[in-house]
């Protein structure tokens, strides 16, 4: 049978989707893990956040590896979600005036019908993000005799402004929103929907929503409430 | 006995395809609660003509579920508030007096308006067209007792085979995708030994239709189930995105 | 038989059992090379239709294929429930060719051809095969294979069915079928299209001419052979179990142009419909007969007893089945418990608002077998049934009245399923030939797919071998003078700019068939019929209101054309009846009954097929006579005490 080029099938809807939940499942890794990393902050004081922070930038081409993979999923997750995007606006051209959820068992939310305006916003704060703290200017700080970035200061400096630090928040609170579908939403764009097993990723999914959104809170409010 | 229902209607009204369309008002009176739907819009086409109006056209044909014809968008809802009920089932005792209801055609690119309330649904039969059977001639047949079939695959092929067609799917879903109507039909030959031989090739080949057809893609929100008159599940979407992926490596 | 020997059906010699084949082996085959040459057109995609497009493109000749609704998929086969007859014997009953065969010529009451119902139970194995081949996901048993039930009140269980909608499945089969010819090039597919005329040049049909449903233009197809595969006409009677679109027309109109009809008056009436609600009424829904095997029939014993039927006491209490028939009970054929059912309504005794009904009674059988036996058994109807009246039926009986449910009438067609015209083919419920007077549950699948999987791939071969068929071209001047008189009448119609609606006709025309050609007939009724349907096809022709033009989709438009086409049928429908001084499966003529009130048949002098020639409207048509002969059934008076 005459199998299709890899590119002829990346034109297809279901391939989009397909690159959409891989992109979109290692980016959930990613946040995890940045996430658990952020604890340290609070549990461990300056030295250990620091400690933590150079320990990774020290990982030198490996650093930069996972960087590359990262960037290119977050490219490749932005590029196709804009793009099954406006394919579906095209998909019906006259709106309906009243379109109402016919209620369970669909699983249509707030959540699912904002993806795209989560994604965008989600989008220009890495950015930001991305300037303000890793392109953000540099303080040193010596650790156990080891000169190294003073990223802890920065964090606080940075939370200690009312602007930055509740427009974070309720970027967080968007990454929840975004992750209550997308996690899912991935599972089932991979084709593993199975009656025994989709009730317990569709709970895992709001379970892991609220976790993340809750821990990166948890940096940004110690900071500004001390 | 019964209450009659004094009702407000917002229909959608549009001469033909490059109309533009809009929306007009009626007021029916003395409706009983044991009509369907289409009665009612029955009864309602008798008083325009009696006007000297022209009727709203909709589609039907079957009106007991199963032809797939009918195709209202009822308060918002293909299909209408009651779950698993197509346009042709839903009855009247659903309303109460003084209710006002908008009823629209199903919308979609894949689903050009022709006139008031009915739509082309063509597109569905042109993706079955790309490979929405077995490819068997009629005559060579082995006997239907050759090759067992588990009872459990035989119902799951039948869950999705139940499909009728109508496109509420591609109505309720907020990106106009079709994925729920051409999962089922793949779905159903991947549970049937039949089914199997062309089974890369089919799902290849109807994907590529429906896109062709400029439907929406799947952001797996799951109205489409929700609307579907046989409560076909999105697990068949599922399934053919797992063809999908089969076919790139195969 | 008849003059000229037009009406020679072509049945061959031999043994039974032999006479299909040996028909194949003497017909002729047209080459691989010269298929391609040949058009055929195919009107209708229901089981035979579909089946049949599909058949014949495979085997390499062109198609054209044209269906009323917006999709092939939505022809009304798709409604049927139960399932499909094949005699294969998986049970190990003792089932057998002989034995469908044997009960389908007695179940219709001994009014169809011998030779055409022994094939069709030949070819019903053949048919699953195919439809399992094709993925029809059939009932199994959890050893894996195909599982059975039996239907109808037959003695063995021969039916094959997927869950209560069969029909749906079959015809997805055939229409996967025929959709993969579209994709290989062999179809070619046209959908809303209405067939209005049959162009017929040097004595054969050579051409159709259809209305475009959207764009309202006319258009024309020729072609070498057409097959009508237009289903029944039962919704003559307005109230029926047929779908909307349903219609007698492309079949009425050959009948103008020189098909024969036959037994028009063969209707058949389903016992177990939810009945009419009021007069908004625009379709009746069937309950699976099913339901009789648990259900009990009752009425209260007197007139008038307006009590909840829970209130109402044993004693007080009609089961009218199971007092007149012992034996079977509640499980007596459809016409016999149709007809009862009407008694007692007539009697005064009918049950609900508008007193048009019967109970169908659960309460015993949930004592018996508890709620869950029993909505495993029945949960979806159950469903249904409360989806449409509202009312639990787990808590109070179910309200069920007769509808009409299919014709058996239809073209006459010899055993090659040919019209009267040469090149005009009439398959499936189209044609009068399998089920004589009564078509037993579950066979109406099996003949319209036999007809158009495994008879009209061969015989069609027998007409286009045989004949010479020059070039015809739709610019020729047959197919002009056919546009002209369709644009005409539509013009006709649109000018009338009368009072009353199309609907309002159908719905008169309908219940003068309900009263007086429906399931119980008498003489003066029908005399009566034939007075009252010209004064109302007259009153249509000069008062019926169509609204908008013919330029687009109007239904109005298409249904008032169908309904001048009933006012016609409807007619000869009353006549057939009337000439049929006898009572046989579904047509039931009070003035013939024994003294216990039964059908009494009379072979002496009705044993045929009364076949209609037209002779223009308004004038009486000439009946031809086919006479049925049995070989291998012993005529019987049916009884079921």
Same mark, same amino acid.
């Given at each position: 049978?005459?199998?299709?080029?890899?590119?002829?099938?990346?034109?297809?809807?279901?391939?989009?989707?397909?690159?959409?939940?891989?992109?979109?499942?290692?980016?959930?890794?990613?946040?995890?893990?940045?996430?658990?990393?952020?604890?340290?902050?609070?549990?461990g004081?300056?030295?250990?956040?620091?400690?933590?922070?150079?320990?990774?930038?020290?990982?030198?081409?490996?650093?930069?590896?996972?960087?590359?993979?990262?960037?290119?999923?977050?490219?490749?997750?932005?590029?196709?979600?804009?793009?099954?995007?406006?394919?579906?606006?095209?998909?019906?051209?006259?709106?309906?005036?009243?379109?109402?959820?016919?209620?369970?068992?669909?699983?249509?939310?707030?959540?699912?019908?904002?993806?795209?305006?989560?994604?965008?916003?989600?989008?220009?704060?890495?950015?930001?993000?991305?300037?303000?703290?890793?392109?953000?200017?540099?303080?040193?700080?010596?650790?156990?005799?080891?000169?190294?970035?003073?990223?802890?200061?920065?964090?606080?400096?940075?939370?200690?402004?009312?602007?930055?630090?509740?427009?974070?928040?309720?970027?967080?609170?968007?990454?929840?929103?975004?992750?209550?579908?997308?996690?899912?939403?991935?599972?089932?764009s991979?084709?593993?929907?199975?009656p025994?097993?989709?009730?317990?990723?569709?709970?895992?999914?709001?379970?892991?929503?609220?976790?993340?959104?809750?821990?990166?809170?948890a940096?940004?409010?110690?900071?500004?409430?001390? | 006995?019964?209450?009659?229902?004094?009702?407000?209607?917002?229909?959608?009204?549009?001469?033909?395809?490059?109309d533009?369309?809009?929306f007009?008002?009626?007021?029916?009176?003395?409706?009983?609660?044991?009509?369907?739907?289409?009665?009612?819009?029955?009864?309602?086409?008798?008083?325009?003509?009696?006007?000297?109006?022209?009727?709203?056209?909709?589609?039907?044909?079957?009106?007991?579920?199963i032809?797939?014809?009918?195709?209202?968008?009822?308060?918002?809802?293909?299909?209408?508030?009651?779950?698993?009920?197509?346009s042709c089932?839903?009855?009247?005792?659903?309303?109460?007096?003084?209710?006002?209801?908008?009823?629209?055609?199903?919308?979609?690119?894949?689903?050009?308006?022709?006139?008031?309330?009915?739509?082309? /649904?063509? !597109?569905?039969?042109? @993706?079955?067209?790309?490979?929405?059977?077995?490819?068997? &001639?009629?005559? #060579?047949?082995?006997?239907?007792?050759?090759?067992?079939i588990?009872?459990?695959?035989?119902?799951?092929?039948?869950?999705?085979?139940?499909?009728?067609?109508?496109?509420?799917?591609?109505?309720?879903?907020?990106?106009?995708?079709?994925?729920?109507?051409?999962?089922?039909?793949?779905?159903q030959?991947?549970?049937?030994?039949?089914?199997?031989?062309?089974?890369? /090739?089919? !799902?290849?080949?109807? @994907?590529?239709?429906?896109?062709?057809?400029?439907?929406? &893609?799947?952001? #797996?929100?799951?109205?489409?189930?929700?609307?579907?008159?046989?409560?076909?599940?999105?697990?068949?979407?599922?399934?053919?995105r797992?063809?999908?992926?089969?076919?790139?490596?195969? | 038989?008849?003059?000229?020997?037009?009406?020679?059906?072509?049945?061959?010699?031999?043994?039974?059992?032999?006479?299909?084949?040996?028909?194949?082996?003497?017909?002729?085959v047209?080459?691989?090379?010269?298929?391609?040459?040949?058009?055929?057109?195919?009107?209708?995609?229901?089981?035979?239709?579909?089946?049949?497009?599909?058949?014949?493109?495979?085997?390499?000749?062109?198609?054209?294929?044209?269906?009323?609704?917006?999709?092939?998929?939505?022809?009304?086969?798709?409604?049927?429930?139960?399932?499909?007859?094949?005699?294969?014997?998986?049970?190990?009953?003792?089932?057998?060719?002989?034995?469908?065969?044997?009960?389908?010529?007695?179940?219709?009451?001994?009014?169809?051809?011998?030779?055409?119902?022994?094939?069709?139970?030949?070819?019903?194995?053949?048919?699953?095969?195919?439809?399992?081949?094709?993925?029809?996901?059939?009932?199994?048993?959890?050893?894996?294979?195909?599982?059975?039930?039996?239907?109808?009140?037959?003695?063995?269980?021969?039916?094959?069915?997927?869950?209560?909608?069969?029909?749906?499945?079959?015809?997805?089969?055939?229409?996967?079928?025929?959709?993969?010819?579209?994709?290989?090039g062999?179809?070619e597919?046209?959908?809303?299209?209405e067939?209005?005329?049959?162009?017929?040049?040097?004595?054969?049909?050579?051409?159709?001419?259809?209305?475009?449903?959207?764009?309202?233009?006319?258009?024309?197809?020729?072609?070498?052979?057409?097959?009508?595969?237009?289903?029944?006409?039962?919704?003559?009677?307005?109230?029926?179990?047929?779908?909307?679109n349903?219609?007698?027309?492309?079949?009425?109109?050959?009948?103008?142009?020189?098909?024969?009809?036959?037994?028009?008056?063969?209707?058949?009436?389903?016992?177990?419909?939810?009945?009419?609600?009021?007069?908004?009424?625009?379709?009746?829904?069937?309950?699976?007969?099913?339901?009789?095997?648990?259900?009990?029939?009752?009425?209260?014993?007197?007139?008038?007893?307006?009590?909840?039927?829970?209130?109402?006491?044993?004693?007080?209490?009609?089961?009218?089945?199971?007092r007149?028939?012992?034996?079977?009970?509640?499980?007596?054929?459809?016409?016999?418990?149709?007809?009862?059912?009407?008694?007692?309504?007539?009697?005064?005794?009918?049950?609900?608002?508008?007193?048009l009904?019967?109970?169908?009674?659960f309460?015993?059988?949930?004592?018996?077998?508890?709620?869950?036996?029993?909505?495993?058994?029945?949960?979806?109807?159950?469903?249904?049934?409360?989806?449409?009246?509202g009312?639990?039926p787990?808590?109070?009986?179910?309200?069920?009245?007769?509808?009409?449910?299919?014709?058996?009438?239809?073209?006459?067609v010899?055993?090659?399923?040919?019209?009267?015209?040469?090149g005009?083919?009439?398959?499936?419920?189209?044609?009068?030939?399998?089920?004589?007077?009564?078509?037993?549950?579950?066979?109406?699948?099996?003949?319209?797919?036999?007809?158009?999987?495994?008879?009209?791939?061969?015989?069609?071969?027998?007409?286009?071998?045989?004949?010479?068929?020059p070039?015809?071209?739709?610019?020729?001047?047959?197919?002009?003078?056919?546009?002209?008189?369709?644009?005409?009448?539509?013009?006709?119609?649109?000018?009338?700019?009368?009072?009353?609606?199309?609907?309002?006709?159908?719905?008169?025309?309908?219940?003068?068939?309900?009263?007086?050609?429906?399931?119980?007939?008498?003489?003066?009724?029908?005399?009566?019929?034939?007075?009252?349907?010209?004064?109302?096809?007259?009153?249509?022709?000069?008062?019926?209101?169509?609204?908008?033009?013919?330029?687009?989709?109007?239904?109005?438009?298409?249904?008032?054309?169908?309904v001048?086409?009933?006012?016609?049928?409807?007619?000869?429908?009353?006549l057939?009846?009337?000439?049929?001084?006898?009572?046989?499966?579904?047509?039931?003529?009070?003035d013939?009954?024994?003294?216990?009130?039964?059908?009494?048949?009379?072979?002496?002098?009705?044993?045929?097929?009364?076949?209609?020639?037209?002779?223009?409207?308004?004038?009486?048509?000439?009946?031809h006579?086919?006479?049925?002969?049995?070989?291998?059934?012993?005529?019987?008076?049916?009884?079921?005490?």
């Amino acid at each position: 049978m005459a199998s299709q080029s890899i590119s002829a099938a990346y034109r297809m809807t279901v391939a989009k989707k397909v690159l959409m939940a891989l992109s979109g499942l290692f980016l959930v890794l990613f946040v995890i893990i940045h996430m658990v990393g952020n604890l340290s902050f609070l549990l461990g004081g300056p030295d250990a956040f620091n400690k933590y922070s150079h320990t990774l930038i020290s990982l030198g081409p490996l650093l930069y590896f996972v960087e590359a993979v990262l960037v290119l999923a977050f490219v490749v997750h932005a590029w196709n979600g804009i793009s099954i995007s406006l394919d579906n606006s095209r998909a019906r051209p006259v709106k309906y005036r009243m379109l109402k959820s016919a209620g369970k068992p669909s699983k249509k939310t707030i959540s699912s019908t904002t993806m795209i305006y989560t994604g965008l916003i989600l989008l220009v704060f890495v950015i930001i993000h991305v300037k303000t703290f890793k392109y953000g200017p540099y303080y040193s700080t010596m650790v156990n005799g080891v000169e190294m970035r003073d990223l802890y200061r920065l964090v606080v400096e940075v939370f200690k402004q009312p602007l930055y630090t509740f427009g974070y928040l309720f970027t967080m609170l968007l990454l929840g929103y975004h992750l209550r579908h997308g996690f899912w939403s991935a599972f089932q764009s991979l084709g593993t929907n199975h009656p025994k097993y989709s009730g317990a990723i569709y709970t895992i999914g709001i379970a892991i929503a609220v976790i993340v959104a809750f821990g990166f809170l948890a940096v940004p409010l110690a900071v500004y409430f001390t | 006995m019964d209450k009659r229902l004094n009702l407000n209607l917002n229909v959608w009204r549009q001469k033909n395809a490059s109309d533009k369309g809009r929306f007009e008002s009626y007021q029916l009176k003395d409706v009983s609660p044991h009509m369907s739907f289409l009665e009612m819009l029955d009864v309602l086409n008798e008083q325009i003509i009696k006007d000297g109006g022209d009727p709203v056209e909709f589609d039907n044909d079957c009106r007991e579920g199963i032809c797939g014809m009918c195709s209202l968008v009822i308060d918002g809802i293909p299909h209408g508030p009651q779950q698993r009920t197509a346009s042709c089932q839903l009855h009247m005792r659903h309303y109460k007096d003084g209710d006002t209801i908008t009823i629209e055609p199903f919308r979609a690119k894949g689903f050009p308006v022709i006139k008031d309330l009915a739509v082309d /649904r063509g !597109a569905f039969d042109r @993706i079955v067209a790309a490979g929405g059977y077995v490819s068997v &001639n009629t005559g #060579n047949a082995p006997d239907g007792n050759a090759i067992p079939i588990a009872k459990e695959m035989a119902d799951k092929a039948m869950d999705s085979s139940e499909c009728i067609g109508c496109g509420a799917c591609v109505a309720a879903c907020p990106n106009a995708s079709a994925a729920l109507f051409v999962g089922a039909k793949i779905s159903q030959y991947t549970y049937l030994p039949q089914g199997a031989p062309e089974r890369t /090739r089919r !799902a290849e080949r109807m @994907i590529a239709q429906m896109d062709a057809e400029g439907f929406g &893609n799947c952001s #797996n929100h799951g109205e489409c189930e929700a609307v579907c008159p046989k409560g076909i599940s999105i697990v068949n979407i599922a399934r053919m995105r797992r063809e999908f992926v089969k076919t790139i490596f195969s | 038989m008849s003059k000229n020997g037009i009406l020679d059906s072509k049945i061959p010699d031999g043994p039974i059992e032999q006479k299909w084949d040996r028909h194949k082996n003497n017909i002729k085959v047209v080459s691989p090379a010269n298929k391609r040459k040949f058009k055929i057109l195919v009107v209708g995609t229901g089981l035979a239709g579909a089946s049949a497009s599909a058949s014949l493109a495979e085997l390499g000749y062109q198609v054209q294929t044209f269906c009323i609704q917006d999709s092939p998929r939505r022809a009304h086969s798709i409604a049927a429930q139960g399932g499909i007859n094949a005699a294969k014997n998986y049970q190990n009953d003792n089932d057998s060719v002989f034995r469908l065969f044997y009960d389908t010529v007695k179940g219709g009451d001994f009014r169809a051809r011998e030779a055409n119902v022994y094939r069709l139970a030949q070819l019903s194995t053949n048919i699953i095969d195919q439809c399992v081949a094709q993925g029809v996901p059939f009932a199994r048993d959890y050893g894996g294979l195909l599982a059975n039930r039996s239907f109808g009140g037959v003695l063995v269980s021969r039916t094959f069915y997927a869950r209560g909608q069969t029909g749906q499945q079959l015809l997805l089969g055939a229409y996967g079928a025929m959709m993969r010819q579209v994709d290989l090039g062999g179809v070619e597919l046209f959908a809303r299209r209405e067939m209005l005329d049959l162009v017929v040049i040097d004595g054969k049909a050579r051409g159709i001419v259809v209305r475009n449903l959207i764009t309202g233009e006319i258009e024309t197809y020729s072609g070498d052979a057409v097959l009508l595969c237009t289903g029944g006409y039962g919704n003559i009677y307005y109230l029926s179990t047929n779908a909307k679109n349903s219609n007698a027309t492309a079949a009425w109109r050959c009948y103008k142009k020189g098909a024969f009809f036959a037994n028009p008056n063969f209707t058949q009436i389903h016992p177990t419909c939810i009945p009419v609600s009021g007069d908004y009424q625009s379709k009746l829904t069937l309950m699976s007969e099913s339901l009789r095997n648990d259900g009990r029939v009752w009425v209260p014993k007197k007139a008038g007893d307006n009590r909840h039927p829970n209130d109402i006491p044993e004693a007080d209490r009609d089961y009218y089945l199971e007092r007149r028939y012992p034996s079977y009970g509640n499980l007596v054929p459809r016409d016999v418990a149709s007809r009862n059912a009407k008694y007692v309504c007539d009697e005064g005794r009918g049950v609900g608002e508008t007193k048009l009904a019967v109970y169908l009674d659960f309460a015993d059988a949930i004592k018996r077998l508890g709620e869950d036996t029993i909505r495993d058994r029945y949960g979806n109807l159950f469903e249904m049934y409360e989806r449409i009246t509202g009312e639990n039926p787990y808590k109070a009986p179910m309200r069920i009245y007769p509808a009409v449910h299919y014709t058996m009438g239809g073209l006459w067609v010899d055993y090659n399923l040919m019209s009267t015209i040469p090149g005009l083919f009439v398959l499936g419920e189209a044609n009068f030939s399998d089920h004589g007077a009564n078509r037993l549950g579950a066979s109406a699948l099996m003949q319209g797919l036999a007809d158009g999987y495994f008879v009209i791939p061969y015989t069609i071969g027998e007409y286009l071998a045989g004949e010479k068929l020059p070039k015809v071209s739709t610019a020729d001047e047959p197919f002009s003078k056919s546009v002209k008189q369709i644009n005409d009448n539509i013009q006709r119609l649109l000018n009338i700019k009368g009072k009353k609606t199309v609907t309002e006709f159908h719905r008169e025309l309908g219940l003068i068939m309900w009263d007086k050609v429906g399931m119980s007939r008498n003489a003066d009724g029908l005399r009566e019929a034939l007075k009252l349907i010209p004064e109302l096809r007259k009153e249509f022709w000069e008062n019926v209101q169509i609204p908008g033009d013919a330029k687009n989709l109007n239904k109005n438009l298409e249904f008032a054309g169908r309904v001048a086409d009933f006012l016609e049928l409807g007619e000869l429908m009353a006549l057939d009846a009337l000439e049929r001084n006898e009572s046989c499966g579904g047509h039931f003529r009070e003035d013939f009954q024994t003294p216990e009130g039964e059908a009494l048949r009379d072979d002496e002098n009705y044993c045929y097929t009364a076949i209609w020639e037209d002779q223009g409207t308004g004038k009486k048509p000439l009946m031809h006579k086919e006479p049925l002969t049995f070989e291998y059934v012993k005529l019987t008076q049916r009884s079921y005490k």
